[in-house]
């Protein structure tokens, strides 16, 4: 059975800290997170990452780019 892929939905999402997270070489209020929904054949998959600046060298602009330009179109 082949199932189509419907729509990818791809969108980023700042979530504060209740207090600042920090260690010694910078200091976060939120963090970013890449959240994903992929809809096929009348069921939705979701599913979320995120980077943080300092660790990673992605960025949650980089990711979001990534879905939306290169991944979706070939799904």
Aim: aromatic residues 10%; neutral net charge; glycine residues 6%.
């Amino acid at each position: 059975m082949t199932v189509r892929i419907d729509a990818i939905r791809a969108r980023s999402i700042a979530l504060p800290f209740v207090s600042p997270y920090r260690n010694a070489r910078i200091s976060y209020d939120h963090l970013d997170y890449l959240w994903v929904e992929v809809s096929a054949g009348g069921m939705t998959g979701r599913g979320e990452t995120t980077c943080m600046p300092g660790y990673h060298s992605e960025s949650i602009v980089s990711m979001l780019e990534t879905v939306r330009t290169y991944m979706a179109p070939l799904l």
